[in-house]
């Protein structure tokens, strides 16, 4: 852990959004997400609104404790002064970083005040001017990406506490993928002994990324690094160019509690900054009123946080179905959102699965809207999750209910790593899971080495698997 006893002391204010995640047992982690900036210029990525970026995290109880007379509330705004050395009143907060960066970095917060964002900085993070993208050109996307595909498949991939998930070719290259995240540094016990390259197959088709939300650990693996700089307080991002040179889809907010973390922004402002066709960014927004968009293997649609959790961000983003040729059961993917919030769930009744990538790692959710998997079917469910996280993912409550649901003894867990079955010239273990829609298809695979060689090896259908076991969260010293 680094610390800041040799060096001058500093002291910095921010402006921060308060993300909260509870874990049921009376405490949870805190987010601040900071920027401290209004313009700022880099030599790669251009013009950006913000800048002076830091993002802190650290318990609710030790926040209480230290500093009781603040109320933490999600989506709240507040002035956050940040110093290197620790002081009498102050709580001590992790810099989260991304990338193969696994570095610890403590500051201290010496004081928070309620914040009201100008309307500017408010639009901005609202996304409010930025231009929307036609149905037609974001299922156009796809479908080029999807062309010569032969028989689909679906993968999950191992990345620890994070989601990525794509629609695979025969061969197991990514046409599209579905997220693309990768565990932040205070998960960083959670990755695969072995970083996934997801970029290892874009000589055959340079896949498109359909983002479910705007969360980071469903697209922190386009940062390529962070790096922390002690005499500003702030972290430098470096993005890998990689990710930014194809198309991100994405939704927009709708709700001012749903808007997008200084760290979205930057990212999202990388994107624009980054043209892959004449007047065409890497980013394409979600078109507004609109419920749905099918392209020739499924449809994405538009999630909606239920009565009980409008101010949920999980529950407003994309989910994707995969219904190749669009016929027969279809796999789904949620991202983070939970049942109730995917309107074809709760609005066709007939709908078949073959399999499903579980919401939220496994995490909480309404037991009652399980959906069941389609009898004869392979009825593979994912859950990405990684061993150890901090909030005791997948919950046995969930397990339970998924199982009960139909889906018992097809369960698998993305941190359950076996062998790679790859030919490589290192032995390595990963949990890469393989979804087929049928369970007489054979399973995909590469021929062409850029698969092990990106260690996005699946593991064989036939393979036995382990029983999946509820986490347990790691007890906190308060």
């Known amino acids: 852990m680094k610390d800041h ?4 002391y500093k002291r910095r204010t921010f402006k921060a959004l308060v993300d909260i995640e509870l874990d049921g047992d009376g405490d949870g982690w805190v987010t601040f997400d900071c920027f401290s900036t209004r313009k700022s210029r880099s030599r790669y990525y251009g013009e950006k609104r913000i800048g002076g970026l830091l993002t802190l995290r650290l318990s609710l109880s030790s926040l209480a404790q230290r500093l009781p007379t603040f109320e933490a509330s999600e989506g709240q705004w507040v002035q956050l002064k940040v110093a290197s050395h620790a002081s009498e009143n102050s709580v001590e907060a992790l810099v989260v970083m991304f990338g193969d960066n696994a570095e610890t970095v403590v500051l201290h917060i010496c004081g928070i005040t309620p914040l009201k964002l100008s309307n500017e900085e408010y639009k901005a993070f609202m ?17 080029f990406s999807l062309q010569d595909s032969g028989e689909l498949s679906i993968a999950a991939y191992d990345v620890g506490q994070g989601n990525c998930n794509a629609i695979i070719d025969r061969f197991e290259h990514p046409r599209v993928f579905f997220d693309l995240g990768w565990a932040p540094n205070f998960h960083a016990r959670t990755r695969p002994p072995r970083q996934p390259n997801f970029f290892s197959c874009d000589h055959v088709r340079v896949a498109p990324v359909v983002l479910s939300h705007w969360d980071m650990d469903h697209w922190s693996y386009a940062i390529a690094r962070s790096q922390y700089n002690p005499a500003s307080l702030t972290t430098r991002h470096e993005w890998n160019r990689k990710a930014l040179a194809r198309f991100w889809i994405a939704r927009a907010p709708e709700r001012p509690e749903h808007q997008v973390s200084p760290l979205a922004l930057s990212f999202y402002e990388a994107l624009t900054n980054k043209q892959l066709m004449p007047g065409i960014s890497a980013i394409l927004l979600w078109p507004d009123d609109c419920t749905q968009i099918r392209f020739s293997e499924g449809w994405l649609e538009a999630c909606e946080p239920t009565m009980q959790t409008p101010s949920d961000s999980n529950n407003t983003g994309i989910a994707m179905f995969v219904q190749p040729k669009g016929q027969g059961p279809a796999i789904l993917m949620t991202g983070d959102a939970d049942f109730p919030s995917i309107p074809s769930l709760t609005s066709n009744r007939q709908l078949e699965l073959a399999g499903m990538v579980a919401p939220h790692h496994g995490s909480k959710i309404t037991i009652a809207a399980v959906p069941h998997p389609k009898p004869g079917t392979p009825m593979k469910l994912a859950l990405s999750v990684g061993k150890g996280n901090e909030y005791g993912h997948p919950t046995q ?11 018992h003894g097809t369960a698998v867990l993305t941190q359950d790593r076996q062998v790679c079955w790859g030919n490589h010239s290192n032995e390595h273990a990963h949990g890469n899971i393989l979804l087929k829609f049928s369970v007489d298809a054979e399973d995909p695979k590469c021929g062409c080495w850029s698969v092990p060689g990106g260690c996005l090896c699946l593991t064989p259908s036939a393979v036995p698997t382990l029983p999946p076991v509820a986490g347990v969260k790691p007890r906190r010293w308060r």
């Open 5 to 8: 006893d040799s060096m001058k």
């Open 397 to 407: 409550a969930s397990l339970d209910a998924y199982k009960a649901a139909g889906w």
């Open 127 to 143: 996304l409010a001017y930025a231009p929307r993208a036609p149905e037609t050109l974001i299922a156009g996307v796809l479908d």
